[in-house]
């Protein structure tokens, strides 16, 4: 599924990734986790392409959603505008039109917004936001989505209710890679995870593994 080899970056002269290989396979949650600079985001970017490695190469479907920690939503568009923009704008499938807006009143429906479809994004709340992103990636029937911090300014039961979604969205067949801070988060949500630090992988874990302890990767991550 994803093949990184050899990945390092460079940016201001600094190395934030540094000769790193990854192997994602299919259907796999992989959660990215680490301090600050660590690189995880910089990883995101370099596998859907917004980023360009100075050494090395990468692997990867041809098709990919990416989730922003800003989301990135059009101010200008309400939510179905949104989502809708790149499907009808920039087509990579023979969907027909009629296609594309089942499936977003499909996944507006699953998520829980279909009620703000018609709303702008200056007036939806953080989770709001962050599902309409979510239905934005989805909609082009990606087989990998990489997510930026998900949970970024979220509260507790609304970081809940994301776990459960991005459940879903694996369910559905989609290989996900997600970059977070929040321990708890990756553990509920991940198949495995993987600590960086100054842009190279320290450790390579599975939560479901017996005798995996969230705070003993906690203190690993002050260590």
Avoid at 11 to 27: E, F, N, P, R, T
Avoid at 101 to 122: F, M, T
Wanted: proline fraction near 3%; glycine fraction near 8%.
């Amino acid at each position: 599924m994803v093949n990184v080899m050899n990945a390092t970056k460079f940016l201001g002269g600094a190395s934030v990734i540094q000769h790193l290989d990854l192997k994602i396979s299919v259907l796999e949650i992989v959660g990215l986790a680490g301090a600050s600079g660590s690189g995880k985001s910089t990883l995101l970017r370099c596998i859907q392409g917004l980023e360009t490695l100075d050494e090395g190469s990468i692997d990867r479907p041809e098709h990919t959603g990416f989730m922003f920690q800003d989301f990135q939503l059009f101010p200008h568009m309400t939510v179905w505008e949104n989502i809708l923009y790149a499907p009808l704008h920039k087509r990579r499938t023979e969907l027909k039109k009629e296609e594309y807006i089942s499936n977003a009143h499909r996944l507006l429906y699953s998520l829980g917004i279909l009620s703000q479809k018609d709303i702008y994004p200056h007036r939806l709340s953080g989770g709001q936001k962050q599902r309409a992103a979510l239905a934005r990636a989805l909609i082009m029937n990606p087989k990998l989505l990489l997510c930026d911090e998900p949970t970024s300014g979220l509260d507790k039961s609304t970081t809940g209710s994301v776990a459960q979604i991005f459940k879903q969205v694996h369910e559905q067949g989609v290989t996900v890679l997600i970059a977070s801070h929040d321990i708890d988060f990756l553990c509920d949500v991940c198949d495995r995870i993987i600590m960086m630090r100054q842009g190279k992988i320290v450790l390579d874990i599975s939560p479901k593994e017996k005798g995996f302890y969230a705070e003993s990767l906690y203190q690993f991550y002050k260590d």
